[in-house]
């Protein structure tokens, strides 16, 4: 990782316990995906080669609530479908997190619909919620980047009492730009 150049064979440093736990456990979040709709595809995306999600170790998607401690919402979410949400979400190891990514699982987006749920903080607590239809990845990336900073300064939550939301809303950041490879047609 770089700091055994920095120190040599006989060398060592030192840190604090608490520093060492919020540091391994912030660069291990396990997202629990539950894509429901388009907005997966961009959850895909994430993970993908081109935005590598894997540089904030987060990309180890697990299909196992037991295994899982970021819960991503991409799509909407039907009534009859909310009763499962809600088991996985009971199912996940604490501490987890919750991320809610694009309009449609936040707020029922164009589904204003008596059969989609108008937001899924209705039922279980959110901590981040990723703006757009759908999100970019830039955007999602930087709602897991929220998350760690948060347990960068809060270190572990409160053991016991109620599961208090962090309600953090990430503003798009990522300027539009042309794809890094031009393409032409004929010569020029
Ligand atoms: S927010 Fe937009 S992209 Fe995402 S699931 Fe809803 S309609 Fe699809």
């Known amino acids: 990782m770089g700091i055994e150049a920095a120190i040599t064979a006989e060398g060592f440093a030192t840190?604090?316990?608490?520093?060492?736990?919020?540091?391994?456990?912030?660069s291990s979040l396990w997202p629990m995906p539950f894509a429901t709709a388009c907005c997966g595809i961009e959850l895909m995306a994430t993970a993908s080669s081109r935005y590598d999600l894997a540089r904030f170790g987060a990309e180890?998607?697990?299909?196992?609530?037991?295994?899982?401690?970021?819960?991503?919402v991409a799509g909407r979410v039907a009534i009859k479908m909310m009763p499962v949400l809600q088991r996985i979400y009971q199912?996940?190891?604490?501490?987890?997190?919750?991320?809610?990514?694009?309009?449609?699982?936040?707020t029922g987006g164009v589904f204003d619909t008596y059969a989609t749920v108008q937001g899924v903080d209705q039922f279980i607590p959110v901590d981040v919620y990723v703006p757009g239809c759908p999100p970019r990845p830039e955007q999602l990336i930087e709602g897991v980047m929220a998350i760690q900073r948060?347990?960068?300064?809060e270190g572990l939550p409160p053991v016991g009492g109620k599961r208090v939301p962090l309600n953090i809303?990430?503003?798009?950041?990522?300027?539009?730009?042309?794809?890094?490879?031009?393409?032409?047609?004929?010569?020029s």
């Open 15 to 26: 840190t604090q316990l608490t520093k060492v736990m919020n540091w391994s456990r912030r």
């Open 91 to 106: 199912q996940m190891t604490e501490p987890r997190w919750v991320i809610s990514m694009g309009a449609c699982a936040s």
């Open 169 to 187: 809303s990430v503003a798009p950041t990522h300027e539009v730009a042309p794809q890094p490879i031009g393409v032409s047609l004929g010569a």
């Open 60 to 72: 180890v998607m697990r299909f196992s609530p037991r295994q899982s401690d970021l819960l991503i």
């Open 150 to 153: 948060h347990i960068d300064e």
